[in-house]
């Protein structure tokens, strides 16, 4: 099945700084990559996502940039504020489905200091 | 933008009783319901996967008798967990996704807390 790693587990930066969190997945046939970003108590948000045919994709200050030869994909998060502080997952559709199952990340425990 | 709503968010049982979360969706047509657990500072585990209809497929190693689902309609999945114990103790989550629509909505969670 799909094994995706995500990197770091935990992310301390300061306000204004940028955090950059990777994912690399095994399955070359996934062709879907969302981000969700989880507060505590609370079910994932999508934030972003990207799709195989696209190698980067941008809102506001949120990125995501994939590199499908090395099969990994990164989020991007530039001017961090204190409301950014969340657990941030990776994920791909396992097999490349329109509708599949996802296979999630570790997370990513970010934390902005003021 | 897409909604599912899930209920209870907090629900505290005693062991042995039975409890049922609701995800429904308010907006679309959910063609596919997931249903995750996920245990404190852990990631999301797919428990199974339902398609309107038809019956759920459990991932490895998760009871269909101990957690049953039911997706009778397009907008109306459930998890009932049967003669729940302390270990069943976790935050339960479901997705939708409809046909057509590349992405996954995912409802609010549902903590689950046997005593």
């Known amino acids: 099945g799909e094994n995706v790693e995500q990197h770091p587990s935990t992310l301390s930066v300061q306000e204004g700084d940028s955090a950059v969190i990777k994912c690399t997945y095994s399955?070359?046939?996934?062709?879907?990559f969302p981000w969700y970003k989880q507060e505590l108590g609370k079910g994932p948000q999508l934030i972003i996502d990207?799709?195989?045919?696209?190698g980067e994709k941008k809102d506001q200050r949120i990125a995501v940039t994939l590199n499908k030869t090395a099969k990994h994909f990164s989020l991007h998060i530039t001017e961090t504020q204190p409301e950014d502080s969340a657990v941030y997952f990776c994920?791909?559709?396992?097999?490349?489905?329109?509708?599949?199952?996802?296979?999630f990340g570790q997370g990513t425990i970010l934390t902005v200091h003021p | 933008g897409a909604v599912v709503s899930q209920h209870p968010s907090r629900v505290i049982c005693k062991s042995g009783t039975s409890v049922k979360i609701e995800c429904r969706s308010l907006d679309f047509q959910a063609t596919t319901m997931f249903w995750y657990r996920q245990f404190p500072k852990q990631s999301l585990m797919l428990m199974a996967t339902?398609?309107?209809?038809?019956?759920?497929?459990?991932e490895q190693g998760v009871e269909k008798d101990k957690f049953l689902i039911n997706h009778a309609s397009l907008t109306l999945s459930t998890l009932t967990v049967t003669s729940a114990h302390p270990e069943d103790s976790s935050f339960y989550i479901c997705s939708a996704a409809s046909q057509g629509n590349y992405g996954y909505t995912f409802g609010s969670g549902t903590r689950l807390t046997v005593v």
């Open positions: 990207i799709r195989s045919n696209v």
């Open positions: 339902s398609n309107e209809g038809s019956k759920a497929t459990y």
């Open positions: 994920a791909v559709n396992a097999g490349g489905t329109s509708y599949g199952k996802l296979t």
């Open positions: 399955d070359s046939a996934s062709n879907y």
